[in-house]
């Protein structure tokens, strides 16, 4: 299947700082790619969905100016944790999707990004 | 509004033992529905995805059916492994263009 990497896998920081997390599409162009967090033992919450050349679309209560979200080209997307927070602390995790003829729409998910705030 | 449940929430079973984990959704204009590997830490493995026109797919020792009448998918394990031990997730879109809905997964443990 098609595989998709995240950079950095594991992050910890202090509050108040900015944190970068990248998503990239490794041997496929991806225009959807979608952000999720996870908190321990409970299943995956939907972000954002990011569309490449265009603003992301933030699922209701996320805060897009918290959470920034870039896709610029069709195999990055970056989601930037601004002024994080003890909260923010959670388990971060892309997916891209495979469009066109035969791909059905499938995603694959990168590895995750565990985010730990101080 | 889309929403996954999966039944049971947790499962032991000894090894060898075949075992089916189920998913229902509430909304059956899906155009395809995914089940998904999670290791403890781990992003997600994908397993099958069938496709709203199919009624099931093999993968080894996995087979899942779809049933959209119903609402319902499930995950047949045959001949489990403790290496089969994860949270098992399913998930399903409304749409092609929409994002994955999931369930809150089933926790597998196979005891050796």
């Known amino acids: 299947g098609a595989v998709v990497s995240q950079h950095p896998s594991r992050v910890i920081c202090k509050s108040g700082t900015s944190v970068k997390i990248e998503c990239r599409s490794l041997?496929?162009?991806?225009?959807?790619m979608f952000w999720y967090r996870q908190f321990p033992k409970q299943s995956l919450m939907l972000m954002a969905t990011?569309?490449?050349?265009?603003?992301?679309?933030?699922e209701q209560g996320v805060e897009k100016d918290k959470f920034l979200i870039n896709h610029a080209s069709l195999t990055l997307s970056t989601l930037t944790v601004t002024s994080a927070h003890p909260e923010d602390s959670s388990f971060y995790i892309c997916?891209?999707?495979?469009?066109?003829?035969?791909?059905?729409?499938?995603?694959?998910f990168g590895p995750g990004t565990r985010l730990t705030v101080l | 509004k889309q929403e996954v449940t999966q039944i049971p929430a947790a499962l032991s079973v000894p090894e060898g033992e075949n075992l089916v984990l189920n998913c229902s959704f509430t909304?059956?204009?899906?155009?395809?529905l995914q089940w998904f590997r999670q290791d403890p830490g781990k992003g997600l493995t994908s397993l099958l995805l069938i496709q709203s026109s199919q009624r099931e797919q093999t993968s080894g020792r996995l087979n899942a059916s779809l049933d959209k009448s119903s609402g319902r998918s499930t995950l047949y394990i045959a001949a489990s492994q403790p290496g089969d031990s994860a949270t098992y997730l399913c998930?399903?879109?409304?749409?092609?263009?929409?994002?994955?809905?999931f369930g809150k997964g089933t926790r597998l443990s196979v005891i050796a």
């Open positions: 909304d059956s204009a899906i155009y395809n």
């Open positions: 997916s891209a999707r495979v469009t066109g003829a035969h791909s059905y729409n499938e995603q694959f």
């Open positions: 041997d496929f162009q991806a225009t959807t």
């Open positions: 990011s569309n490449e050349g265009s603003k992301a679309t933030y």
């Open positions: 998930a399903a879109p409304n749409s092609g263009n929409t994002p994955l809905v």
